[in-house]
């Protein structure tokens, strides 16, 4: 699989990122190599361009939430060569969290403490080497697939099991995998997402890291099944880590399919950390960036499993949401049973231990909250079920049930069950204010609603924490976001303006405090009304 030459460039340009001092020269010496007319290249690198920071300080929310203004300067005295501000960094449960040279640090207590690269986590079992993946009954599943042509079979039980994406959207995953698979195209794609940039979402890092040899099964399963001749795995580009022990685990899996199934082939696969940013993870703009391009999303239909990569039908799906699939399917190989399984929630923000827990899906905010991390559900004033994109509840009493259904009769979005925790002495208009000012910094600006619209909505935050908004401005805003919801290309538009509708619903006393000069939480107006 070779990649096209506008991507090669990019790539080239940003896997030397620790030295941009002199980019506008490698620009232009690497378009020269790639046969690419200057304006096109930096048309390409000025989207790309924070990518090539050496430091970077992490604007997620969770990280966000525990900064104390500190943390640029302690980054520059560790990193001096040019500091960016980048969305979710990946280690929601560390922050406040910066990254320099290929390193994660947790700034704290004025000083940057270098993280772990990968630490065992309990109830995640660590598989590094591929005799205990064999002695585990590893690659078994997949072979018998492909020895045995069981690839209906299979799809079948993708229906069966219901499974749905967790990559944020909870689609079924039946209706692309079979759109994909009926496709008389030869050629087709599986793209593995694992661009991770929600906000509280750090699952997939994990789950790559912690067993690099199950992601490899999964997603080789996945291509036979809906017969695709190539599969891309797609990183974040500051997962060096997770892609080095994937690429370690990559070759001898190879060897040994290869000694294992003869003559029948398996599909060609690709490990690459792409660019970008918060958007990039949405499967279009994805596809966008390994081609080469900006990323920014494409407009629909056609959708990806019509026409995806480079033109072809391609499966795009989230690493759990594979893993998933290949676990019910082991279960059921032994069991009979199809039931729901465990998912690896992500539990961030005002609780005393932050972290990612499997548990039985659809297990209830309070346990995750209370059992896992170690506080009490009264303490909080409310929950972001789904990281930044599944809108906002009132903490209640931690009888949420943490699944698709039920998140969304109470109003929200499970997206990829990442659990931000926001205590009962935050105030709210400042935790909407990082809200919004994120998703104005990551809209990339294609199409107006969320150009405008994410603007309207940062500054309307902004002016309430600085006692200078109006009632008016509210009811503006709430016409602004009907646009948005309606208009928008893709889900960060609508992203942003659900998290300003539900601020407002439950949360609009503080909101007109606000506008009379009130903080209740003590927290804006620090400069003085
Ligand atoms: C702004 C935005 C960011 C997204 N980021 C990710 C991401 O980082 N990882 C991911 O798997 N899906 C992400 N998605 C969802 C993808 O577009 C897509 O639905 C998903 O990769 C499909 O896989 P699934 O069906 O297995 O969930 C994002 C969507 C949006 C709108
Ligand atoms: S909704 Fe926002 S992020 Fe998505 S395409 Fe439109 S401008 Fe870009």
Same mark, same amino acid.
């Given at each position: 699989m070779a990649l096209r030459h506008e991507a090669e460039f990019l790539y080239e340009l940003l896997n030397?990122?620790?030295?941009?001092?002199d980019s506008k020269e490698q620009v232009k010496r690497l378009a020269k190599k790639y046969g690419l007319r200057l304006y096109e290249a930096e048309n390409v690198w000025s989207f790309y361009k924070q990518n090539q920071g050496s430091a970077k300080l992490c604007r997620g929310l969770p990280c966000t939430l525990k900064q104390n203004g500190s943390e640029k300067e302690v980054l520059r005295k560790l990193d001096d060569e040019g500091l960016e501000e980048i969305p979710c960094l990946g280690h929601c449960d560390n922050g406040p969290v910066a990254w320099s040279k290929g390193k994660y640090y947790h700034i704290g207590n004025g000083s940057a403490e270098e993280l772990v690269p990968h630490i065992a986590r309990p109830g995640i079992k660590e598989v590094h080497d591929l005799k205990d993946f064999l002695s585990m009954r590893g690659f078994e599943i997949l072979i018998n697939v492909i020895k045995k042509d069981r690839k209906d079979e299979s799809l079948q039980l993708v229906k069966d099991f219901n499974l749905r994406g967790f990559g944020g959207s909870g689609f079924p995953a039946y209706v692309k995998w079979n759109a994909v698979f009926i496709s008389r195209e030869t050629e087709k794609y599986l793209l593995v997402n694992?661009?991770?940039?929600?906000?509280?979402?750090?699952k997939d890092r994990i789950l790559i890291e912690s067993n690099p040899y199950d992601l490899i099964e999964a997603s080789l399963l996945a291509a036979v099944i809906v017969g695709a001749s190539n599969v891309i795995i797609a990183l974040k580009h500051e997962y060096l880590e997770a892609e080095s022990i994937l690429k370690g685990a990559f070759d001898s899996s190879v060897e040994y399919l290869s000694g294992a199934l003869g003559l029948l082939e398996i599909p060609k696969m690709m490990i690459q950390r792409v660019p970008g940013y918060y958007i990039t993870g949405e499967e279009s703009a994805l596809m966008e960036a390994i081609e080469g391009r900006r990323s920014e999303p494409r407009l629909r239909p056609p959708y990806p499993a019509e026409v995806g990569l480079y033109g072809k039908p391609t499966l795009i799906d989230n690493v759990e949401t594979l893993l998933y699939f290949l676990g019910r399917l082991r279960e059921f190989t032994e069991t009979g049973i199809k039931g729901p399984g465990e998912k690896l929630y992500c539990l961030s923000g005002d609780v005393e231990r932050p972290g990612a827990y499997s548990l039985p899906y659809g297990i209830s905010s309070g346990i995750l909250i &209370?059992?896992? @991390?170690?506080? !009490?559900?009264?303490?909080?004033?409310?929950?972001l079920p789904g990281g930044l994109s599944g809108g906002i509840l009132p &903490?209640?009493? @931690?009888?949420? !049930?943490?699944?698709f259904d039920s998140v969304k009769d109470a109003g929200a979005g499970m997206g990829t069950g990442a659990l931000i925790a926001i205590s009962k002495d935050r105030c709210m208009v400042d935790v909407m204010r990082t809200v919004e000012s994120f998703f104005e910094m990551e809209s990339c600006g294609k199409c107006m609603p969320c150009r405008y619209g994410t603007k309207e909505l940062s500054k309307l935050f902004r002016d309430l924490s600085e006692g200078t908004a109006t009632i008016g401005a509210i009811e503006s805003a709430k016409k602004t976001a009907d646009v948005m919801t309606r208009g928008s290309i893709c889900g960060l538009g609508q992203a942003s303006a659900k998290m300003f509708l539900d601020s407002i619903k439950y949360f609009s006393g503080e909101m007109e405090k606000h506008i009379s000069g009130d903080c209740p939480s003590k927290v804006c107006f620090q400069g003085g009304v």
């Open positions: 030397d990122p620790f030295n941009h001092q694992a661009h991770e940039g929600e906000p509280g979402t750090f &209370a059992q896992k @991390g170690g506080s !009490k559900v009264s303490e909080l004033k409310a929950v &903490a209640g009493n @931690g009888d949420l !049930k943490l699944d």
